[in-house]
């Protein structure tokens, strides 16, 4: 059974930051592209950030210079650390796990990935 559990949500001042985990389990943590996606109250579902199987990155233009994705095989994480807080980044934030996409690329589709948690919770307050 695959479980994606994320942790390390909660209310900051802009500016802030926070450091968000998904730790995974019943899968083989390699083999799979993961990513983070977010949705704000009213909005649709949106990519923020993936980390693919070989280890390259990709961001949505919104945080890219504030966000850092990295994930630790050995831990069966990813952690995405989110910098200079801003209002408009208030939003539940989800790990997902995909396995289709190739071992140097990823995907910014939600509906390409297979696993998902239930989200964290971000409050970024002016």
């Known amino acids: 059974q695959v479980q994606l559990v994320e942790s390390g949500g909660g209310l900051v001042q802009a500016g802030g930051s926070l450091r968000l985990s998904c730790a995974a389990s019943?899968?083989?943590?390699?083999?799979?592209?993961l990513a983070w996606f977010r949705q704000a109250p009213g909005k649709e579902q949106e990519f923020v950030a993936a980390?693919?199987?070989?280890?390259?990155?990709g961001y949505a233009d919104s945080v890219k210079g504030r966000f850092a994705i990295s994930r630790d095989n050995a831990k069966n994480t990813v952690t995405l650390q989110v910098n200079s807080l801003k209002p408009e980044d208030t939003a539940i934030y989800y790990c997902a796990a995909d396995y289709k996409t190739p071992r140097t690329t990823y995907s910014v589709a939600s509906s390409d990935y297979t696993y998902w948690g239930h989200g964290t919770q971000v409050t970024v307050s002016s």
């Open positions: 980390v693919s199987r070989s280890g390259n990155t």
């Open positions: 019943g899968l083989i943590f390699g083999s799979w592209t």
